[in-house]
Structure formats: C-alpha cells, structure tokens
C-alpha cells in the first residue's frame, strides 16, 4: 500500500523522557515534513526536509531534533518531553519542494505526556 | 510572512443547504491555495487546490486575490461532508517556484445535520 506511515499511532510518556517518532513515505517523494496539530487543532509546520537536508525549520525548541537517513523517512526526537508537547505529530511527504505537488500525510501520532 | 485565516471554527447546516467555508490569507508574493479534508479517523488529504480550478465532491473554490480569500463552496451539503477543513496556504517566487512550507488556517469543523 502506498502511502505515507508514521509510529507509533500513540505515544504515552512521562514527562522528562526522550521519544522518537518515526515515519517512512513509499511514494518517490523527495521532500518531507513535521507538522504538529496542537489542541485547538491548530497546524503548524515544524520540520522540512528536501533529499535528506533540511530546508526548514520552524522556532522549535531545541528538544526536538529531526533525522533523515534516507529520503524515505524522516523521524522525530524529542528528549526531555514537556506537557506542552502533548499533540498530534504529523509526517507528511511531497513529490519536490519546488513544484505545486500537494502533501499526503500520514495518519499521525497522538503523543500525549503524563 | 504567511498568514491563513478561517475565521469560522465552527460551522452547522442542514442536509441540501449551500455551505461556504471562509479562508482569507496574507501573503506579498504569488500564492498557491488549497483546501484539505480530515475526516472523522482519517488522515488530512487534498481536497482541492486553486491552480485545477476543479470541483471535487462537489465543492469549489475560487482565489480571488483582490479579497485575499480562498473560500470553498458546496450548493448542496451532504452529511458526509461533515469534517475538520483546513485552508492553506504556500508561498512562490514570481517565477512560480514553491517556497515548499505550507501555512494552515486554524480549521473549520463542518457539521451537517440529517
């Protein structure tokens, strides 16, 4: 099946520990991203990655550190997790950076700290 | 900067009633405007984009870049419309190249009632 696929598809945790998310595309795409949908819904972008380099990088805090070994995949660390980064993660991918090509997301990953 | 407004969170009608999502954006450069559909358990997906000038599922949306707005349109409200949109926005140079990041609004839950 092709698409985009992200886990865990939940994440619960105590605050203080270190997480990582991972999330893989099938779909050729060369260009990835991190977005979080806070509470209210709200989504932002956090992380965009272009072949493996990153092109974007929104005010995140420095606890959260992306990582692309290939262009297929694109994973989120988070160390030292906080209550307020209890979210919806979402991965999504699309076909180049520089082109109109939409985003296909994944199903996200609902992380919720305790 | 890129800025997306729905200024509706949420928003009820009947079954067969028009319904039209309101979007309205920010941007000094040439944008590219979408809309995207989460349904209930399902991942975010394109529902439409302004560049196809399509109509998907029945809905429609027009950029009108004088308004700055982007607003999607149904004549005829269906209950499996019922689901969170979000408008978005992503920004090009003049030669139309995208910038990649995409900009959400801050989404509209759209109910229809039987």
């Known amino acids: 099946d092709t698409a985009v696929s992200q886990t865990p598809k939940y994440l619960v945790t105590q605050m203080g520990n270190d997480k990582s998310i991972k999330c893989e595309q099938n779909?050729?795409?060369?260009?990835m991203y991190w977005y979080k949908q806070d509470s209210k819904k709200f989504l932002k972008i956090m992380f965009s990655y272009n072949n493996k380099e990153l092109i974007i990088n929104e005010t995140v805090p420095n606890r959260f550190s992306p990582k692309s070994p290939d262009k297929a995949h694109l994973n989120l660390h988070i160390n030292s997790l906080e209550l307020g980064d209890s979210a919806v993660y979402f991965c999504?991918?699309?076909?180049?950076?520089?082109?109109?090509?939409?985003?296909?997301f994944g199903n996200g990953t609902r992380l919720t700290v305790t | 900067a890129q800025r997306v407004t729905q200024p509706e969170k949420l928003l009820s009608v009947f079954k067969g009633a028009p319904v039209e999502l309101k979007c309205n954006y920010s941007y000094s450069g040439s944008p590219e405007l979408f809309w995207y559909v989460q349904y209930s358990r399902q991942r975010l997906q394109l529902l439409l984009r302004h560049i196809s000038r399509e109509s998907i599922k029945g809905f429609t949306a027009d950029l009108n870049k004088g308004e700055t707005s982007f607003h999607l349109k149904k004549p005829f409200a269906q209950e499996e419309d019922s689901a969170m949109y979000y408008c978005?926005?992503?920004?090009?140079?003049?030669?139309?190249?995208?910038?990649?990041?995409?900009?959400f609004g801050q989404g509209t839950i759209l109910t229809v009632h039987p």
């Open positions: 978005a926005l992503r920004g090009s140079n003049a030669g139309g190249t995208s910038y990649g990041k995409l900009t």
């Open positions: 779909l050729g795409h060369d260009t």
């Open positions: 999504a991918s699309s076909r180049k950076r520089s082109d109109n090509s939409p985003l296909h």
